[in-house]
């Protein structure tokens, strides 16, 4: 029997007309007989899907007993029964009809605080007239677009085919887990509507009308009902929360919400997103034909990445404020810095005239906790990102599995020092893994002194590699700073090589320099154990070394005994753009490399790679041993921030964001004669600030009002340098074009 003689025989509709509708799995007809309008509905013959069709003439059925006009009314067919059997191709189906709902989509409706005001006190209305409402078959159900069962969509992550996509999504599910998973057994439940979103819901005379499509009710969290009608509802909205606060507050007055519903409901508007990207992904692989699962699709991406932005504080504290409810204090910044005081020493510097009291974080922002977004322009030791998925669960899954010490065997040890090994050139094939940079740079200067038989280490002026005594002795930014001792017999210090503010031309800085270098190694008293450099000098104000300078050296160094060493802790893992290693830009191969910050992305790991020979010649009967160094959990993080970098192209990212950055920051130095010079690679970035762009007179005082008016303006940077003069940005390698824009623009109205 085709779908219209059903309508026929069924139904005493004379002539129906029908016109199949977009559609999820059911599929929809809307037919018009003369003056009449209805909707017609058909299910496979499954017992699960009858069960279900007949639950939703329940709920329906029980909202017209409330005498609520607004929800389409099952029609009975000619044997007075709400479900029709039929046959299609000698296929069982199930048919039910439903009224037809006047009203202009709220997804086609011009929005006002008045519509949502009216969605948030409709939505209000349905659930508590849904109070009392029972049903074993919704109450039993297992719904994927159920936010309680919202996990049961993580499978479909790997769908997502961009990803730095996949990895905000992939961001929430952990979010959720961490955050709502806890809470849900201790919220109301009861059915509710599980789908108002912009195509179910109808608006005339810029008020609600009526909901269509029932499909989707659960047995579920109340606060559920509310998540779900704010992610469509929120999509395309310039201020998200702002929008979000008329239909929480009219909500709020018709059905009161708990304030522990509140508090996670900017968690369950993600899930919702999240569900709704998963699932494109799925049905674009699945059924490619079927458009009605995108249609959304675009709008949630935009959403999830503007949400993503927003501080879960923030938000939460707003939705408090809607309802009445009292926002949760927070300890004053002075109050916590007394506390830190009290247990640990002031030598501990805090950054900005007014310390930041932070919450959390996500790939290139910050949250503090006061309900504060900030964009993280500095921080290089979250080099994929702060709290990125990948990072956290390869952690979280090692270290509930097996966390131990290199005494034992174990696959990851082996399988990332490998990996790792990958990024290099021969000879350097063998790694120390230890579990911090300054471990590295004692390491490889340990390395060098055994290796050459001698204790002279030749380093550049303002340079820094670690906070190890055995390091402080080669860093002239420490002990020739304040309460440092001076230079030590065992140190040789070498102008940093520089074009800016060198002495000499920018076209033969680099052989001049190192013809310079050349003399002082050659006449030291006694012969060079390591030369260590920094590919460009971050401490010394992100100075990038003068071409051909390191080959020069590097050959010097060598002809007397002595090896070299890349400080790459700052530098590496593809953080400049175009190469993976500082030390490529400049056409040579290190003899030892150190790694650090960037390489675990904040979790403690550094390294040391460096030649058979050496190594060999380190093992001389006493043993090396590193508590943390290449335990699993480390190793496992390293792995995962490697494939985090190949899998996002961050050095491809840092490279044309980089590029742009310069660009955008050279303009800005043509409109200001107080930018003396921009500098860098890639993400690895500093400009300089000076009061005479013919003396080079450095503006200290202007440096550090722009680093703490940025941080008034959300934007973290920083200053370094001998004068302290350079801003240097550092940013994780997921940093955008957009984010440039935000703080080259936050630059220009501050020095303006």
């Not at 009219?250 to 998963?278: G, M, N, Q």
């Not at 458009?291 to 504290?317: C, F, G, M």
């Not at 390869?394 to 509930?400: P, T, V």
Request: with cysteine.
């Amino acid at each position: 029997m085709e779908t219209t003689q059903v309508l026929i025989s069924n139904y005493n509709l004379a002539q129906p007309k029908i016109e199949r509708l977009v559609g999820y799995d059911i599929v929809n007809y809307k037919v018009e007989n003369h003056s009449e309008r209805y909707i017609l509905k058909t299910y496979p013959d499954i017992i699960e899907e009858v069960d279900f069709a007949e639950a939703e003439n329940d709920v329906l059925v029980h909202l017209q007993k409330k005498k609520n006009t607004h929800f389409p009314v099952p029609v009975p067919n000619s044997n007075n029964q709400l479900l029709t059997p039929f046959q299609e191709s000698k296929t069982n189906k199930t048919a039910r009809l439903l009224t037809y709902l006047e009203g202009t989509f709220l997804g086609d409706a011009k929005h006002t605080t008045e519509l949502f005001q009216s969605f948030g006190k409709f939505l209000g209305e349905l659930d508590c007239q849904l109070q009392d409402f029972r049903n074993y078959v919704v109450e039993a159900r297992q719904l994927k677009w159920d936010l309680q069962h919202f996990l049961l969509n993580e499978e479909y992550l790997k769908n997502i085919l961009n990803p730095s996509d996949r990895k905000i999504a992939a961001y929430f599910f952990q979010q959720y887990k961490a955050y709502v998973l806890p809470v849900l057994p201790t919220l109301r439940k009861q059915t509710i509507h599980g789908d108002a979103n912009e195509w179910n819901t109808l608006t005339q005379n810029n008020q609600i009308s009526g909901l269509i499509d029932f499909g989707d009710i659960c047995y579920s969290q109340l606060i559920n009902e509310l998540a779900i009608a704010l992610a469509y509802a929120l999509m395309a909205k310039e201020n998200p929360i702002e929008w979000a606060v008329p239909i929480i507050l009219e909500y709020h007055k018709t059905f009161p919400l708990e304030e522990k519903e509140l508090d996670i409901l900017y968690w369950l508007i993600a899930a919702r997103l999240c569900t709704s990207v998963c699932n494109s992904a799925y049905e674009r692989i699945r059924r490619p034909e079927n458009t009605y699962i995108q249609i959304s699709e675009k709008p949630a991406w935009d959403l999830l990445k503007k949400w993503v932005e927003i501080n879960p504080v923030h938000a939460r504290n707003e939705f408090r404020k809607a309802c009445g409810f009292e926002i949760p204090k927070e300890k004053t910044v002075d109050e916590v810095n007394s506390e830190r005081f009290e247990s640990v020493s002031s030598i501990f510097s805090i950054s900005y005239a007014t310390p930041i009291y932070m919450e959390s974080a996500a790939f290139q922002y910050m949250f503090d906790k006061y309900g504060n977004r900030y964009l993280d322009a500095y921080n290089n030791i979250p080099h994929v990102g702060h709290s990125h998925p990948r990072v956290v669960e390869a952690g979280q899954k090692q270290m509930a599995r097996l966390n131990t010490n290199t005494r034992y065997l174990y696959d990851q040890l082996n399988e990332y020092s490998t990996n790792l090994l990958k990024y290099f050139p021969l000879p350097l094939n063998k790694v120390f893994l230890v579990n911090s940079g300054s471990a590295a740079s004692d390491l490889a200067i340990r390395l060098a002194r055994n290796f050459t038989g001698k204790n002279r280490v030749a380093a550049f002026e303002h340079g820094y590699h670690g906070n190890m005594q055995s390091i402080i002795e080669i860093s002239h930014y420490k002990f020739a700073g304040k309460g440092g001792l001076g230079a030590s017999k065992n140190v040789l210090c070498l102008p940093i090589p520089g074009t800016y503010r060198g002495k000499f031309d920018r076209e033969n800085a680099g052989v001049s320099y190192a013809n310079e270098a050349v003399q002082q190694i050659n006449n030291s008293e006694e012969k060079i154990a390591a030369f260590i450099a920094e590919p460009i000098v971050g401490c010394g104000g992100q100075v990038p070394l003068a071409e051909g300078y390191l080959q020069e050296v590097y050959a010097a160094v060598r002809n007397q005994g002595g090896v070299c060493i890349s400080d790459e802790v700052q530098t590496g893992f593809g953080r400049l753009g175009d190469v993976f290693w500082g030390f490529e830009q400049h056409k040579v191969v290190p003899d030892i490399v150190i790694l650090g910050k960037p390489m675990g992305n904040g979790h403690p790991i550094g390294a040391v790679i460096t030649t058979e020979e050496i190594a060999d010649s380190f093992n001389n009967g006493m043993e090396f041993f590193s508590s943390f160094g290449g335990n699993p959990v480390s190793c496992a993080i390293g792995q995962a921030v490697l494939d985090v970098i190949e899998e996002e192209q961050l050095q491809q990212n840092a490279k044309m964001v980089g590029d742009y950055y310069i660009q955008q920051l050279s303009q800005l130095q043509q409109k200001y004669k107080c930018i003396g010079d921009v500098r860098g690679s890639g993400l690895f970035i500093g400009f300089e600030f000076v009061k005479n762009r013919l003396t080079l007179e450095p503006d200290t005082k202007l440096a550090n009002l722009v680093k703490n008016k940025m941080r008034d303006n959300n934007i973290l940077i920083s200053t370094d340098g001998p004068f302290n003069n350079v801003i240097k940005s550092k940013p994780p390698l997921c940093f955008s074009k957009e984010n440039v824009d935000e703080v080259v623009a936050a630059v220009d109205s501050i020095i303006n």
